[in-house]
């Protein structure tokens, strides 16, 4: 990624975040989710539905062309809610990593599925971070849901993102908020089920906090990101 110095500059003479939180309160932030599986899809449209412009990003293209037709391959996304939102515009879903460009907000929620020693295997993760870096501007908020371990956005997430040269809190915003979802249940849905947030720094936590009171009824705030991965 080319740093824009003229950016960068300029981002130094406001308060870190200021215009992404004017654009989360009046719902203009444009959103991105990675990865429209169980947890992907179904938040995707609980943002879209909020008022959000959201777009999917996925490499599956049978998911990806299902996804813009209004077909659902999820039990708890209803084929009528999905094809509303596409025909409205307010979400659409691309293969192309390209589209975090004209995002402000990106949501994490590739798979991790479980290694033999029962450890999450953070490969897709690890590649889906470094194609948000390859495309990583000033003002980016990026949150982290798949399952991981303790210490992993710390530790793993956080050094790809800082290859940019870009500071975590001041130029672009960091923080991880646990998935917590039950498939086919009428009882847990995306909407009432208390979301569980901590940031990189306080800043990340208050712009975190901020987006996902939008359209999630409870927010339970951690002290960091470590304590929210141990939850």
Not at 48 to 75: E, H, K, M, P
Not at 144 to 168: A, C, F, H, N
């Amino acid at each position: 990624m080319k740093i824009d110095e003229q950016a960068l500059s300029d981002s130094d003479l406001s308060p870190p975040g200021e215009e992404l939180e004017k654009r989360i309160r009046n719902r203009s932030a444009r959103v991105g989710v990675i990865g429209l599986g169980n947890v992907g899809l179904p938040l995707a449209l609980e943002m879209a539905q909020a008022g959000f412009q959201v777009t999917g990003i996925d490499l599956d293209r049978i998911r990806v062309d299902s996804a813009n037709s209004g077909i659902s391959y999820i039990l708890d996304v209803p084929n009528e809610s999905l094809f509303s939102l596409v025909r409205k515009g307010t979400f659409r879903a691309t293969q192309s990593f390209a589209a975090i460009e004209n995002l402000d907000t990106l949501i994490i929620c590739v798979p991790t599925p479980l290694k033999k020693t029962k450890d999450p295997k953070l490969s897709y993760v690890v590649a889906a971070i470094e194609a948000v870096n390859n495309h990583l501007k000033i003002g980016h908020l990026i949150i982290v849901e798949s399952t991981i371990y303790p210490g992993t956005t710390r530790e793993v997430v956080l050094p790809i993102l800082q290859k940019s040269g870009l500071q975590v809190g001041k130029h672009f915003f960091l923080a991880f908020s646990l998935q917590r979802v039950e498939p086919d249940s009428g009882t847990y849905t995306g909407r009432i089920t208390p979301k569980i947030i901590g940031g990189m720094t306080d800043r990340c936590s208050e712009l975190s906090i901020l987006f996902y009171r939008q359209f999630i009824e409870k927010i339970v705030p951690v002290s960091s990101s470590e304590a929210g991965e141990i939850v």
